[in-house]
């Protein structure tokens, strides 16, 4: 049943080293707030699972959090690279970075088996597309009903998901409203549950189409006004579109990217 903690102590208690976390949020409600706690507690040796890994995950592996990523599309969203993510990749700075690539189709299969509580999703279209070349846990199996060959791609079951959400009620329910991404599949596949919330409400006012995960799904709840901060929450504050275009200029720089994370993430209070 959800609890209700500082983000500090949600990442404090939830978050440790070495282990698989989903931070999911397609362009909208991207959880930065809690990547910034997990960042501030130096935690390491994680293995970082997102369908887009864009800005969010660009910071954590700039700042040494990660040993493995699992993704689908990797970029700063209408800009260009993320350059501490190539740093990482090409030359191992901070540190090497293992790869698990996927397209978004295969990510929400994975997700959805996860959610499912079964062992792996299929896709068609999947077998030779060049994927598989360099991911070896893309296999395939016969249907027995129709002896079709399907492509299969393991379930992913972080050890913890992280998500940003409008609102969350008194007894840990939370509102999910506007883009979902994988959010949904990403929350119900977790080990563990953290949800950062806009606000807590007496009671959730849902709209046609909402996502209301029940209390009893999540581990832990921080109220983080403007946690999804620079990309949006549908309600609360739109994207910041200026911010992302900086980014190209600071990413790309070990030494401007150190001291802008130092004042903007280490220095600054959860």
């Known amino acids: 049943m959800a609890v209700f903690l500082s983000l500090r102590e ?21 959880p930065f707030a809690a990547a910034h706690e997990i960042i501030r507690q130096r935690r390491t040796g994680l293995h970082l699972i997102r369908m887009t890994p864009d800005l969010i995950y660009d910071q954590m592996i700039g700042m040494g959090c990660a040993r493995a990523l699992t993704f689908s599309w990797g970029g700063n969203p209408g800009v260009g690279s993320l350059y501490r993510l190539r740093d990482a990749v090409e030359n191992g700075w901070p540190r090497p970075l293992a790869l698990h690539e996927h397209t978004h189709a295969g990510m929400a299969a994975a997700y959805t088996a996860g959610a499912s509580g079964l062992p792996f999703g299929l896709l068609r279209g999947y077998i030779d597309n060049g ?26 079951n972080p050890d913890v998901s992280i998500i940003h959400a409008q609102a969350a009620d008194g007894q840990g329910n939370v509102l999910i409203q506007g883009i979902l991404g994988a959010q949904k599949e990403a929350a119900l596949a977790g080990r563990k549950l953290l949800v950062t919330v806009e606000k807590v409400v007496e009671r959730l006012d849902t709209h046609l189409n909402s996502v209301v995960l029940p209390g009893w799904v999540v581990s832990a709840i921080a109220q983080v006004p403007r946690g ?6 549908q309600g609360f504050y739109a994207r910041d579109n200026e911010f992302y275009k900086a980014w190209d200029a600071i990413g790309k720089s070990r030494e401007r990217f150190e001291r802008w994370m130092d004042v903007n993430v280490l220095r600054a209070a959860a």
């Open 131 to 156: 994927l598989n070349a360099v991911n070896p846990d893309i296999r395939r199996v016969r249907c027995p009903y129709t002896d079709e060959e399907l492509a299969t791609v393991p379930a992913i």
């Open 228 to 233: 999804a901060y620079p990309s949006y929450a």
């Open 10 to 30: 949600a990442i404090a208690r939830h978050v440790q080293d070495g282990q698989s976390i989903a931070l999911e949020g397609f362009t909208h409600l991207i």
